[in-house]
């Protein structure tokens, strides 16, 4: 079955950084854009950046442009997100998205 499965959360200090990955099984990713999402506790879920199929093309959300960058290796299945110069409002559930799946999120925590 489809199976999104993200790592690389964790806690860290403002104006560091962090990198997510999301592996992806059970379909071909590599014919698909990938996403990552955000959801911080009483907000809505927000889209963080997107790639396309073959990862020539990105898209980021103004929050994030300078700071992030989404990248993908297709040999391996995997998208990444690196994450640099991290603020106490990046703090959140990040998830991967394709095609309709969710995986089940990362939690980051950017605090002193």
């Known amino acids: 079955q489809v199976q999104l499965v993200e790592s690389g959360g964790g806690l860290v200090q403002p104006g560091g950084s962090l990198r997510l990955s999301c592996a992806a099984s059970?379909?071909?990713?590599?014919?698909?854009?990938m996403r990552w999402y955000r959801q911080a506790v009483g907000k809505e879920r927000e889209l963080v950046a997107a790639?396309?199929?073959?990862?020539?093309?990105?898209t980021y959300a103004n929050f994030v442009k300078g700071r992030f960058t989404i990248s993908r290796d297709n040999a391996k299945n995997t998208v990444y997100l690196q994450m640099n110069s991290l603020k106490p409002e990046d703090t959140a559930v990040y998830y991967c998205?394709?095609?309709?799946?969710w995986g089940q999120g990362t939690q980051v925590t950017v605090s002193s």
């Open positions: 059970g379909f071909t990713p590599s014919n698909f854009a």
């Open positions: 790639i396309s199929s073959a990862g020539g093309t990105t």
């Open positions: 998205n394709s095609v309709g799946y």
